[in-house]
Every structure is written in C-alpha cells, then in structure tokens.
Nanobody
Framework: QVQLVESGGGLAQVGGSLRLSCQVS????????MGWFRQAPGKEREFVSA????????YYTESVEGRFTISRDNDKNTVFLQMNSLKPEDTAVYYC????????????????WGQGTQVTVSS
C-alpha cells in the first residue's frame, strides 16, 4: 500500500521560508511523477509544482515561479518543496501526490495522496 506523509508545514512570516517534505513508502518511488497541490479555505485544490520521476523536469504554477523549488531524492523516497519569499496568499494546506511515471497539473491524474500539511503565512 502506497503511503505519502508530508511534513515541514507551520507558521512563517511574510518573506520567510519553509521546506516541505513528502516521504513515500510502499511503492516504487523512483518511478513516480510527483506533484504538490494546495487548498486554501473555501477554494478548490490547485496545482503548485511537479517533478518528473527522473527529476530532470520541473513545473510550477505562475504564482510560485521563482519563489518555490521542487526537488527529489530517490534514494530517500522523498520529494521536497522549498518555499521562499512567502506571501499571505500562500497560506493553505499543502498536499503531495504521486502517479506512475508521468507528471500532470491535474489533481485527478494522481492516484496517491498524502494527508496534507498546513502552511500559514502571517504579516
């Protein structure tokens, strides 16, 4: 059974940084495309970033381009999201997701999800 566990969320100041981690167990992590999504209160879940199973290709939504960096360590079965220059609008529950081989910007394409980690950015 594939399990994804996020960590690293919390409270940050505007302009601050947080690093999210998502550890995957029970499946061939090195063969998964990985994505990060977020959901703010009263809003739909939205795509944040994705990385190919090799780590060679990365994708970002426009609002985080240049501020967030996705990476992965296939030896540790972990994907990371480094978030810098945080803004209040980054406040949301952040979810990692996995799908076999390919990446996608669409939540419905991912078959495995973590439980989410709260990120709150305050001014």
């Amino acid at each position: 059974q594939v399990q994804l566990v996020e960590s690293g969320g919390g409270l940050a100041q505007v302009g601050g940084s947080l690093r999210l981690s998502c550890q995957v167990s029970g499946g061939p992590f090195s063969r998964y495309g990985m994505g990060w999504f977020r959901q703010a209160p009263g809003k739909e879940r939205e795509f944040v970033s994705a990385i190919s199973f090799t780590g060679d290709s990365t994708y970002y939504t426009e609002s985080v381009e240049g501020r967030f960096t996705i990476s992965r360590d296939n030896d540790k079965n972990t994907v990371f999201l480094q978030m810098n220059s945080l803004k209040p609008e980054d406040t949301a529950v952040y979810y990692c997701a996995a799908r076999a081989i390919r990446t996608s910007r669409w939540a419905q394409d991912y078959g495995y999800w973590g439980q989410g980690t709260q990120v709150t950015v305050s001014s």
